[in-house]
């Protein structure tokens, strides 16, 4: 059973949902980080560009070493750190475009689910933030019961929140976060 708007694992502890493959869009599959897409998920996290209004580039270890963890047991992983990553790969090409996620996140006090969407920028403009997050958001708010879910997105992001919009999120406010910057929260209900 899935508590309020957190990703916390049952009573009995399992995990619930499809956390190896999430399932296909049109142009996309939806799958758990594997070792084969360690190198395009540190290019990603390391691009100053993609991460621009999330913090800014991570170290390249750092991130080998999180995502390597994660491809090895994403079902404790989710567990112990409420969070879901899924690839996003073409399948025509095998080529990873970016991640999508479901992350714990506290806001004011609360625990929110926060839905990610993250793409390599030479996939920008393709609408495919908006077709592999379809689905995430469908799984959240069907599939795991959540009431809501939310995007922090940098005011400035406007592709962001072009996706959020598409996705059917509206404007809640205007949030402070920890670090002190100014972010927008946008949030969907079932």
Sequence with gaps: MWFGN???????????????????TKRLLLRAPQE?????????????RATEHIGGPRDRDMVLDSFREYAADPYACAQDEGERWWSIVEPSSGQLVGLCA????????QIETELGYFLLPAHWGRGYATEAARPVVEHALSELGLESLVAIIHPENAPSVGVARKLGMEFDRQLLRPDGVVRHLYRSRR
Excluded: Q
């Design 6 to 24: 957190s990703l916390a694992p049952a009573e009995d502890g399992t995990v619930n949902g499809t956390l190896d493959l999430l399932g296909e």
């Design 102 to 109: 479901l992350l714990d996140k506290e806001i004011d006090g």
């Design 36 to 48: 084969r897409d360690l190198k395009e998920i540190a290019d990603l996290w390391t691009d100053p």
